[in-house]
């Protein structure tokens, strides 16, 4: 897929990782569409990406609201057909903590964010993409989760985040081979400690913390660097019902 013809729905466009796509993107004459519930952010990224960027404020788990939504991002960009799931939080919590068990409520909330979420939004685009005329190979489209690597190596605390993150990962591969009939490619990818908000609240030691445990480089991740990936994954073709670890060969410890 050509970067300049992506009309694209951004999960978590507002900021973080979801923006820096956002950027890249234009930047490369694509369009695209913001979904995120802080309006304050998402008006702002709207101030700086110019006339080729919307903004619809957007609970991803709330399926009536995202068909909605899904629908006016298609009208306003004059059709759809990328979607990039970055919308998340962290839900972190002991399941055994030191002033109880870990509510449910938490666990379950981190997971319809993180998982229902990422496929509620993408649900609502396939069916719209499949309507798509058929370009190289077939395509109609292309779907974008965002895991991490603690899908594969969560930590003590994380037991919620992980669920949800592997989550994601495991239905990479049953999404791409229901859709390849309808020519939607399907792939996640799983980044490692990068430079986002999740990160900005934590400490300045535990930010050193993080980068030292990177093998190399032994830096936080750059949300350029997975807008990056996002451009390479939608130009090739070939790259289908995969996930992509972007980590500097970080595996976490246990805590």
Known sequence: MQLDQVKAIITGGASGLGYAVAQYLVAHGGQVSLFDVDNDKGQAALSTLGDNARFFRTDVTSEDGVVINVAAAHESMGGLNVVVNCAGILGSGRMLGREGTLPLASFTSTVLVNLVGSFNVAKAAAALMQNNEAGEDGERGVIINTASVAAYEGQI??????????????????????????????NTIAPGAFWTPMVDSMSPQLQEALSASIPF???????PEYADTVGFILGNLYLNGETIRLDGAVRLQPK
């Open 157 to 186: 605390g994380q037991a919620a985040y992980a669920a949800s993150k592997g989550g994601v990962v495991a239905m990479t591969l049953p999404l791409a081979r229901e859709l390849a009939r309808i020519g939607i490619r399907v």
């Open 217 to 223: 480089p032994s830096r936080l991740g750059k949300p």
